[in-house]
């Protein structure tokens, strides 16, 4: 199994440009949540799933659009990027079922920069 | 909703016990207690879990006071690979899905292994 995959891991974009961070997972989670992390600062969430077609905001969800089609798949979008989304980024899923049940399962991250 | 308290830094030699302190005066009866931790430029990852009782696996071992109102993560033999990011968290089980996205994840504590 390959767990959480996050792509890109290193994206530069220019202030207004759009993109898609993508995220996806191959353990049947239902759960499924996007965090930012700032340098010396915990995690934040800003969005996330309980199952596929249904999403919630977080504590920071400004800026930020999610969707959630697939069971599998939960892409975070940016319309117009701003400097104050540079972070790092990490999506998690968590499962309900007999596996990963209680345990958020992290992607390795990815870090964003917006000139 | 119920916080973790947690020093900020802590320090260890290698191949002595860490004990890693979180208070959570607040928790309910139904908030399982979790830990987390984050190396170097990676995702957080499981550590340990439980309720009321003290929980052993094959990375720590998580003690929770009678009150349940602190407990303490210990790693038995600390390695420079266990320097980390350590995060106490709380989690409602009885909210069901909705509780994952109340997960706060604070800032931890930092733990310095040397050798």
């Known amino acids: 199994n390959a767990g959480v995959t996050q792509t890109p891991k290193f994206q530069v974009l220019k202030t207004g440009q759009s993109m898609t961070l993508q995220c996806a997972q191959d353990?049947?989670?239902?759960?499924m949540s996007w965090y930012r992390q700032d340098p010396g600062m915990g995690l934040r969430l800003i969005h996330y799933s309980v199952g596929a077609g249904i999403t919630d905001q977080g504590e920071v969800p400004n800026g930020y659009n999610v969707s959630r089609s697939t069971t599998e798949d939960f892409p975070l979008r940016l319309l117009s990027a701003a400097p104050s989304q540079t972070s790092v980024y990490f999506c998690?899923?968590?499962?309900?079922?007999?596996?990963?049940?209680?345990?958020?399962?992290f992607g390795a991250g990815s870090r964003l920069t917006v000139l | 909703d119920a916080k973790t308290t947690q020093p900020n830094s802590m320090e260890s030699n290698e191949e002595e016990p860490v004990h890693l302190p979180c208070n959570h005066s607040t928790i309910s009866g139904t908030d399982y207690i979790h830990w987390y931790r984050q190396l170097p430029s990676q995702g957080p990852e499981y550590v340990i879990h439980?309720?009321?009782s003290n929980v052993n696996n094959r990375m720590a071992s998580l003690a929770i006071a009678e009150d349940r109102k602190s407990s303490t993560l210990i790693l038995h033999r600390a390695t420079l690979r266990d320097a980390a990011v350590y995060y106490c968290?709380?989690?409602?089980?009885?909210?069901?899905?909705?509780?994952?996205?109340?997960?706060?994840f604070g800032q931890g504590t930092i733990l310095t292994v040397h050798p």
């Open positions: 998690a899923s968590i499962g309900t079922g007999r596996s990963g049940a209680n345990v958020l399962t």
């Open positions: 968290i709380l989690r409602d089980f009885n909210a069901g899905g909705t509780s994952y996205g109340k997960l706060t």
């Open positions: 439980g309720l009321t």
């Open positions: 353990m049947n989670h239902e759960y």
